[in-house]
């Protein structure tokens, strides 16, 4: 079966669900815990303080349930492998609403506890096939919800890096779908199989064109853990620095990657 005609990962909604409740649960009780100190300090984001980037989360929750409240649209108009690809012409105008955001509340677990319970309820009464207008393009409210677990996974590991001593913890569905949804990414954006991607235990792709396998140990393979990936996936390190820190083993003439990434930032 080609790339191109393989199934899309099916997500448990249940899960899926749980997973971005928890997470974001895990970030609120952290950063109650962060002092005024700490909040000033710089993230690795540009010249967002920690404050802006905790502000920041819960916006990831808080579009759930804005886009809800609005009229639903008529039809679809984003796959899963294709929102990564459509973050990007956002960057900016998140840039600005964040350090508004940020502000503009203060109080930070207030902030928290409203998009926690607007989240909550929203979820209460609405179907995973309700279709959502996120700015990025319109998808199903259960593949939106995906694309949560990313925002959730992502900003935890910034604030885990910009704080020392801080360390969030990362709910094992959240980590397991963020690292799905970007692999799948990269197999969309570069199809074949000439090239093998083991993110255990949570994925393998195929990609590149190339010679294919059918049997044995593929032509070339790649192989890290999910963080790491993340962080490749999205920026936050580069290819050469994952090579050398030994964080990312690369073997056969189709395994160098760095033009293919990141995928989003």
Same mark, same amino acid.
């Given at each position: 079966?080609?790339?191109?005609?393989?199934?899309?990962?099916?997500?448990?909604?249940?899960?899926?669900?749980?997973?971005?409740?928890?997470?974001?649960?895990?970030?609120?009780?952290?950063?109650?815990?962060?002092?005024?100190?700490?909040?000033?300090?710089?993230?690795?984001?540009?010249?967002?303080?920690?404050?802006?980037?905790?502000?920041?989360?819960?916006?990831?929750?808080?579009?759930?349930?804005?886009?809800?409240?609005?009229?639903?649209?008529?039809?679809?108009?984003?796959?899963?492998?294709?929102?990564?690809?459509?973050?990007?012409?956002?960057?900016?105008?998140?840039?600005?609403?964040?350090?508004?955001?940020?502000?503009?509340?203060?109080?930070?677990?207030?902030?928290?506890?409203?998009?926690?319970?607007?989240?909550?309820?929203?979820?209460?009464?609405?179907?995973?096939?309700?279709?959502?207008?996120?700015?990025?393009?319109?998808?199903?409210?259960?593949?939106?919800?995906?694309?949560?677990?990313?925002e959730l996974i992502?900003?935890?590991?910034?604030?885990?890096?910009?704080?020392?001593?801080?360390?969030?913890?990362?709910?094992?569905?959240? /980590? $397991?779908?963020?690292?799905?949804?970007?692999? +799948? @990414? %990269?197999? *969309?954006? &570069?199809?074949?199989? #000439?090239? =093998?991607?083991?993110?255990?235990?949570?994925?393998?792709?195929?990609?590149?064109?190339?010679?294919?396998?059918?049997?044995?140990?593929?032509?070339?393979?790649?192989?890290?853990?999910?963080?790491?990936?993340?962080? /490749? $996936?999205?920026?936050?390190?580069?290819?050469? +620095? @994952? %090579?050398? *820190?030994? &964080?990312?083993?690369? #073997?056969? =003439?189709?395994?160098?990657?760095?033009?293919?990434?990141?995928l989003m930032s």
């Amino acid at each position: 079966m080609s790339p191109a005609k393989k199934r899309a990962r099916v997500y448990d909604p249940v899960k899926i669900r749980a997973a971005v409740l928890a997470q974001f649960g895990n970030v609120r009780q952290a950063v109650r815990t962060l002092t005024p100190g700490q909040l000033a300090g710089p993230t690795r984001l540009g010249d967002w303080t920690v404050r802006d980037l905790a502000a920041h989360v819960t916006t990831a929750v808080e579009t759930v349930s804005r886009n809800l409240e609005r009229e639903e649209p008529a039809k679809a108009e984003l796959t899963l492998t294709e929102w990564p690809f459509a973050t990007a012409t956002r960057a900016a105008d998140i840039a600005d609403g964040t350090r508004e955001l940020a502000a503009a509340h203060p109080d930070l677990d207030a902030l928290y506890a409203r998009a926690g319970e607007r989240l909550a309820e929203a979820l209460d009464t609405a179907p995973g096939d309700r279709l959502l207008a996120a700015r990025t393009g319109t998808m199903t409210l259960a593949d939106y919800l995906v694309t949560r677990t990313v925002e959730l996974i992502v900003h935890t590991d910034d604030l885990n890096a910009a704080v020392p001593g801080l360390d969030i913890p990362h709910d094992r569905q959240a /980590l $397991a779908a963020c690292t799905r949804l970007l692999a +799948d @990414a %990269l197999a *969309a954006k &570069a199809p074949g199989g #000439s090239t =093998e991607v083991r993110i255990p235990p949570y994925a393998v792709v195929q990609c590149v064109e190339g010679p294919r396998h059918t049997r044995g140990t593929p032509p070339s393979v790649v192989e890290t853990d999910p963080l790491t990936w993340i962080r /490749l $996936a999205t920026g936050r390190v580069a290819w050469r +620095d @994952a %090579l050398q *820190a030994a &964080a990312l083993s690369a #073997s056969g =003439e189709r395994a160098d990657l760095s033009g293919l990434l990141p995928l989003m930032s």
